[in-house]
């Protein structure tokens, strides 16, 4: 069985051209190679404009060349004017072109195409060319033109190798050397049916996409237009809707009216990024501090003289970060009365316990009335089981549309917690979501390394827009201190064309990047519920990768 390109006839090919394929497969040799419905494009000349030809089979016998079949289905005739005519089921006559003046004309097209291929510019390749008749039989010549030795009929085709043989045969020259070695006849095949992988610049989709991107909404717009004198505010969104956008634009306008501004959150590299952030856009001129609320607990009890000892033991450390801080905090901030904000932004909001309140509604200045708390939330963010914030007594606003991912990344992500996202009317559908099933951390290297490859090498995406998250602790990540596809891994963010950043999915929390390789998730863990995957998804703008154990 000779090798068929393509495998299968389309789907929209002529019934008598599928009963050639059918006889050609069953019958040539197998190092043979049959190519059906070739159309090559001819190069204009100075004479000529750009033309095409069709050749229904190209058959290539590596020891003698090719053979150029043209098919004809159904009856045929020929009159005294030389016209020929197809015959159809019914006895309809439909006028055809001349079948030897047709497959001579595109054997000579594809000669003369070859012979501009610098592969083949100085190779020795006969090229004959045949007529196939798969309805008829034939009992002599069609004419001097068509000797019957180059026509196949439909009795032929009940021997086609002999058929075949035969048509070689009479249009050879004599010549027994070799015509295509194992390297020539790759090179014919790549030629005539090339295979390729033409993926489009990653970076180019993306800014594409980038630009389809609601950025400020309308509903984001609206809470500045109808509630930017609310001075206690609770705003709810779902992961992409804009909540720190919308925040950090908050402590900006508030700061610019000469008001002194706390900007708080949970995450440090959240608090490092928005510092960087805010300095560029302000200048560093403006009374605004940004920082953890941890970080603040620590300032505050420092500048007030109260000793701030964190325990090495982890088990001490966590109870001393979400209980004893907030009263250290409480307690500097009452020895410091001097020390207040006329306006408190606090981003995260999921992520403080109900009692960290009472120390943040200590820290806005008198009258109590003059000063201002927005504060930004999604319960579904909620990976550490805070309290919900139903104790502050506040107006209610929300920021229902994701305008930070693409449509699959959202649905991708939502679906996590049982949501679906509101959309954007134009938010682009993006890339689909890869998913891989890793059977150990072997696989699971591999997973991560192949995609890393296929962005960076492939798709040339510069690696300063890929973002690796483990679901488990940077330090335990069976990725610390590795280099993977040519590419060292560091401490997200990385500073270098060289490396790649990567961190856990708890510390990237409120933070974003055009590409995230989600990976060593196992879900029998409590390091990866749902609510832990929706934030690491939602994390990526137009990429995302999730790897995890299991298998299929």
Known sequence: MPRMIPSHPDADCAASERRVFDRLEHALPSHWTVLHSRTIVIPATPKNGTSTCEIDFLVIDPARGLLALEVKGGGVRRDSDDLWYSIDAAGDAHKIQNPQKQVARN??????????????????????????????????DLGPELPRALVIDQHDLQDAASAIDRVFTHSSDGSDRPVLDAARLRQLVHLLAPTMNLVPLLGERIADDEARLVRMTAEQNGIFNFLGSVPRLQIEGP?????????????RREAAAGKRVLFLCFNNLLAEWLRNKAALATGGGADLTILTFHDLAKRQAKQAGIPFAVPDDWRQKQAFWENEAPDLLTRAVEGMPEVRWESVVVDEGQDFREYWWLAIEKLLASPADKASLW???????????????????????????????????????????????KLAPDAPDGLPVETIRCADESAMKDAVRTALHRLTQEQKLDPSRITIL?????????????????????????????????????????????????????????????KHLYVAQSRAKHVLVVAEYGRE
């Not at 891994?489 to 990047?513: I, M």
Request: charged letters at 20%; a positive charge; aromatic letters at 8%.
């Open 470 to 530: 483990t679901a488990t602790s940077a330090d335990k990540s069976i990725l610390k201190n590795t280099t993977l596809a040519n590419l060292k891994l560091v401490d997200w963010p990385a500073r270098n064309r060289n490396e790649v950043g990567y961190c856990s999915l708890q510390r990237f929390k409120g933070l974003e990047s055009d590409a995230v390789i989600l990976c060593e998730i196992d879900r029998t863990r409590s390091n990866a519920t749902p």
């Open 239 to 251: 992961a992409g809707s804009g909540k720190t956008l919308v925040a950090m634009e908050r402590a």
């Open 107 to 140: 054997t000579y097209a594809l000669r003369e195409w070859l012979r501009h291929q610098p592969a083949f510019a100085n190779v020795f390749l006969p090229i004959v060319w045949g007529v196939v008749l798969p309805d008829v039989k034939l009992t002599g």
């Open 375 to 421: 504060v930004f939330h999604d319960p579904n963010q909620d990976i550490y089981g805070a309290a919900a914030l139903e104790s502050l007594k506040m107006q209610h606003a929300t920021l229902p549309v994701n305008c930070r991912n693409t449509a699959r990344i959202a649905q991708h992500a939502f679906a996590e917690v049982g949501l679906e996202p």
